[in-house]
């Protein structure tokens, strides 16, 4: 494949921000991570309330949020290579999805009690009401999802452009964002619901990302303007072939990673006493072993000499550990009343174990 020119020069030659402005950049990116799972816990329990059922409103959410994410990604990858100011972009599409957070909780109220008024029009049809809820769900949804999914090739465009340690910032960068969002979802879930309800856990959200909008156009104020991104076409088609399988390969390693995220949100739910705590624990064991994963692995994704063979031993590994994990729930209903029932704690003590016991089950395939 041949090099990507950046105004006649390769990257990973200089030019890259400093580390200070790196960490700074982190630090942005851990509080929008926050802000994002923030929200998917929060819209969530929402949906529950509109669905009448935790499974379809989990697929729900769960189907919008990677659909947007997508859409995102792929819009905000072809803007970061045509942006000369792509932290200012960043800053603006965070205070956007501020705007739109504070909209949903101002109109949540009027949409759900005008959907109300069309289900009973339908009432007897259920693949009816079903789709018209999936249809306020995703208007309502996939706009302030989309921003957020453009977040990361914008930040990556800025973060790494021009330095020889690509792999490790990119990996870096996501991994601090995923573990913003494992604080953001154990936060939200298990304290800010409880204690401010779904509002006041909005408005928090919305200032954290308001917040670093703000910060992230001031810091781009004393940044220099990046090059626009000039990519030539690489002439080797065996090349081509080798990334189309590799990408299909992704997508459907992707399609069998959320297939498994409602799988087991629906186990989780028949140990948890309240779906609460069951789709947070899943949220939070998967996003910890992502973000732990990325941070090990970004050390080492620029010197892995044959990155495809590595990838493919990991898909290896993450089926086999997936096994494994449906023996693991296939005993933890009684492994964990031997052990409440010998201890004696009370309900606070049994929801520590419960969550430890189901991290621990989870961790390994998201880890790899």
């Known amino acids: 494949m041949s090099d990507t020119k950046i105004d006649g020069k390769i990257p990973g030659r200089g030019g890259a921000p400093s580390a200070l402005i790196f960490l700074t950049v982190l630090l942005f990116f851990f509080v929008s991570g926050g ?3 923030l929200y998917q816990v929060v819209w969530t329990r929402r949906l529950v309330l509109l669905f009448g059922a935790t ?36 800053g603006v599409f965070e205070l ?3 705007a739109w957070a504070i909209f949903f909780l101002l109109t949540i109220g009027t949409a759900e009690s005008f959907v ?39 930040l990556a465009r800025f973060a790494a452009a021009n330095s020889a340690r690509a792999g ?9 964002n995923t573990l913003g969002a494992v604080m953001g979802c154990a936060a939200t879930g298990f304290y800010l619901l409880p204690h401010f309800g779904y509002s006041g856990a909005t408005w928090i959200g919305a200032a954290g990302n308001a917040g670093v909008g703000l910060l992230a156009i001031a810091l781009a104020r ?13 002439p080797d088609p065996g090349s081509n072939r080798t990334r189309k399988l590799v990408i299909s390969a992704f997508a ?23 779906t609460t705590y069951a789709f947070t624990t899943m949220l939070v064991a998967i996003l910890c072993g992502i973000g732990i994963g990325s ?12 990155p495809i063979l590595v990838l493919g031993l990991l898909q290896a590994l993450i089926g086999a550990a997936c096994l494994w994990t449906l023996s693991t729930f296939a005993v933890l209903p009684e492994t964990l009343t031997e052990w409440l029932s010998d201890s004696g704690w009370g309900w606070e003590g049994t929801m520590r174990a419960t969550v430890f016991a189901s991290f621990m089950a989870l961790f390994l395939p998201t880890f790899l």
């Open 252 to 274: 459907v390693s992707g399609f069998c990673a959320l297939a498994l995220e409602v799988f087991w949100t629906r186990l989780l739910a028949v140990i948890f006493v309240g």
């Open 222 to 234: 004393t940044t220099p303007q990046q090059p626009v991104v000039i990519a030539s076409k690489s």
């Open 96 to 98: 956007l999805i501020a």
């Open 35 to 37: 802000s994002g799972l």
């Open 168 to 176: 490790w910032r990119v990996g870096v960068l996501y991994g601090w």
């Open 116 to 154: 109300v008024g069309m289900l009973r029009d339908v009432a007897q049809w259920r693949p009816a009401g079903i789709g018209i809820r999936a249809i306020l769900a995703t208007a309502m949804l996939i706009l302030p999802v989309s921003l957020m999914g453009a977040t990361l090739p914008l």
């Open 55 to 90: 499974s379809y409103a989990v697929s729900t959410v769960l189907a919008i949020f990677f659909l947007g994410l997508a859409i995102g990604s792929w819009l905000g990858g072809r803007l970061a290579d045509r942006s000369q100011r792509t932290l200012i972009v960043y």
């Open 295 to 306: 941070l090990i692995a970004a050390p080492i994704a620029d010197r892995v000499r044959n």
